[in-house]
């Protein structure tokens, strides 16, 4: 394989950090855009010397040009935190960035993969979750304008490629955690990872009993660069997560015994729409991307991560004093 010119959207990201990173060591060269809305510098600055990496402050929902061959559009805040934030900002990231986006590749005939989420199911009564099952989605709800603007975006690659040809990939990813997340992030694993750490009460909304599949962010890499490059005909959307399903109360009991913390459990109020469940079937992503699954189980992952957040919390503790 030739090096590939290849722009990643959201690429100072959690995920987008990651995929930079993979695709400069298989040898392409690229082009990360970001407006830091949840990304940093920090997830990225180990890849400035690299002459393959150019960095790009701008925002999707502005139209972008450059001459490339593969567009991986992850921009969006992720969190519920942040994409509730500015509910109207969310919605035309997703939108408007899937049309700028979806612009360019037409007009530079580049393949573009669209990061699409589990969101897309809302509060699913399918269960594990397939990818010809089409959700059950509140349309005006708080989390309406991240779920939306993702089905939003699904639909506008559909019509850009039955209308245009222009070459789609569609994932869908399952909640995904590990380095690089955010600390102030908000997401449920590095919520309690940063918890247990300091000792704070562990935030439980609910009774704890709703549960989701994590994934570790190295086998979404791979899952994800395997779709990219599958068959032009493959085009999705397929489920990438792992389908091994925890309650947050299960999840944060290994979180307390990995950490060896004593924090306590708190529960606050359960958040409106907040799914119940959610796993992923895998069987699509298993068939078309040869025979992909996740490898890392959620102790070894979340010891990764809890790693990374010991050392994130005490570069921040020398800063404090
Ligand atoms: P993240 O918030 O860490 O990364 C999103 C990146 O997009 C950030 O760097 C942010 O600054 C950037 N961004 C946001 N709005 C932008 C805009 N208007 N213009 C340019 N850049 C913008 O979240 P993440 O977990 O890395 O998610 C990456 C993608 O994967 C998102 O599209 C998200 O919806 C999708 N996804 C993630 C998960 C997960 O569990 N992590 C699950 C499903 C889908
Ligand atoms: N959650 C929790 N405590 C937290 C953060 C989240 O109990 O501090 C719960 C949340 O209500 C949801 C699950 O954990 O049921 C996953 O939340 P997250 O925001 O990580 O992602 P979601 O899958 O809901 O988008």
Redesign the pocket.
Known sequence: MGRKRILVTGGAGFIGSHLCERLLKEGNEVICLDNYFTGTKDNIIHLLDDPYFELVRHDVTHAYFAEVDQVYNMACP????HYQYNPIKTIKTSVMGAINMLGLAKRVKARILQAST??VYGDPDVHPQPESYWGNVNPIGM?SCYDEGKRCAETLFMDYHTSNNVEIKIIRIF?TYGPNMNPDD????S??IV?ALKGED?????D?T?T?SFQYVDDLIEGTVRMMNSPKEFIGPVNLGNPNEFT?LE?AETILDLVGSSSKLVH?P??QD??KQ?RPDISLAKEKLGGWEPNIQLREGLTKTIEYFDGVLSDKRKVDV
């Open positions: 992720a969190s519920p935190v589990s969101e989390r909640n908000g997401r449920v694993v919520n309690f918890q562990i935030t439980i909304y609910g704890g709703q989701r947050m999840l606050l359960l958040p907040d799914p959610r």
